[in-house]
Structures are given as structure tokens and as C-alpha cells.
């Protein structure tokens, strides 16, 4: 990735962890109107940046978050006292002769901060392997599948426009969302040889709808309550989780 990319999705970041902090802080200081209008700037900032990404540098179907977390039990060396030098590669490991079992040696074992418990083999092959997922190109989209990841990245204002029009207590904002997620992610089913991240993503988006049961007004007059006569059976008649439900 370029340099500019980098710093794209560098601030693409840093506003989706703030966004809700600086939500509740703006509420508390200057009210609901001070709420809503810090909402409205996050969400058009937020969409700005993607639509770059998406249009100018073709980042394809964007994760959230935009930089996957690290993880630093995964980015461990194999063995953190070695320098790179490999010709210690044969005192390693011990090769059974009975059951040609590979262990590792006593006299190369890590600290057990860094220890873990597979053959240093298949660390070693996962590693590769996770390096060249994480460094695969994205999918190239056609113009089918820009206008689909498009209606996703617009859908929050969108869906912001249709409260100021019809009001929280309207459904037509939440058909509106519903539809164009709904919509993106059809569109983007056609998309074949994806890599691992951009599959987890279609998932994560998949699983995302089912939010639309807890969203106001469905939730209001729908999933409410169901919920809470379900928390109720729990609670009466499961021994052991009543202090959770209730």
C-alpha cells in the first residue's frame, strides 16, 4: 500500500474507536442537538475516506476495522534469541527413530512467554501461510460490485437523512437501511476468489443483519417482548442463570 493509503486508513481507524466516545462526550457537554451533529460529521468523514479508498486507490471490499488489529502471540519469531542464522536449524528439533516423532531439543527451547506447543514446523508453515493471506491484493471489483460496496459505505448517511425526514419512530429509515444492505450484499454475492479477509467480511456483514431485530421501532413492538418473556423463563425455570437474566 502506498504511503497516502496508509494514512487513509490510519484516520479511518482512529474515528471508528473516538466515534462513540466523542458521541457520548458531545451529548453530555452540549446536549442531544450536539450529539446529532457530531453523528452526522463522523459518519460523512467516515464515508469520505471510504469512498476514496474505494474509487481512487481501489482498496476493493473494505474490513472493519480498516487495519486488522495485531496480534502479537501470532507475530512471535519462532525462536527470539536466533538472529536469522539457520545453521542451528538441525539442533532444533530431535526426529524420533522409532516413530520419527519431531520434538523440540532441550537445548533450543524459547522462554515460555514465547513457548508454544506445536512442532516448530507447523509454526513455521502456519506463519508463511498467514503472511501470505495477509498480503494478498484485493479482489478487483466491476462496476456491479463498486456500486454495491458504494450503497454500503453511503447507507449511514443515508440512513441519517431518512431520521431528520420521517423521525426515530418511523420505519421507513429502518426499511431504507435494511433494503440497501440487504441489496449490497446481493450484489456482491456474484464475486467469486475472494481472499480470507474479504470472505470474513461478507460473513460479518451477513451476520450483521440479524442487529435489525434489536433496532427501534422493530424492536419497540416486535423483539421486546419476546425478549424479555424469554429472560423471564430463564430466570424462573434454569437454575444457576436468574441472577444474569434478571
Known sequence: QSLPQQKLLTWLSVLECVEVFAEM?????????????????????????????????KAGIQTSPPIVPLNREQQQPLHPQDTGDNSLGKDQT?????????????????????????????????????????????????????????????????????????????????????VLDISSLSLLSDLKDLNRRERAELRRRTILLLYYLLRSPFYDRYSEGRILLLLRLLADYVPGVGFVTR
Request: aromatic fraction near 8%; glycine fraction near 6%.
Open 25 to 57: 462526550g458531545t451529548a453530555r457537554v452540549w446536549g442531544e442537538m450536539g450529539r446529532w451533529t457530531i453523528i452526522v460529521l463522523i459518519q460523512l468523514a467516515k464515508a469520505i475516506l471510504r469512498l476514496l479508498l474505494l474509487l481512487w486507490y
Open 94 to 178: 530431535y526426529v524420533g527413530r522409532r516413530s520419527s516423532r519431531v520434538v523440540r531439543s532441550l537445548q533450543s527451547t524459547p522462554s515460555l512467554q514465547s513457548r508454544h506447543w506445536g512442532s516448530p514446523q507447523q509454526r513455521e508453515e502456519s506463519q508463511s501461510r498467514r503472511v501470505e493471506e495477509m498480503n494478498q491484493p484485493p479482489t478487483p471489483l466491476g462496476l456491479q460490485e463498486t456500486v454495491a460496496e458504494s450503497i454500503y459505505i453511503t447507507r449511514p448517511l443515508l440512513h441519517l437523512l431518512s431520521l431528520g425526514v420521517w423521525g426515530q419512530r418511523s420505519w421507513k429509515p429502518w426499511l431504507l437501511s435494511a
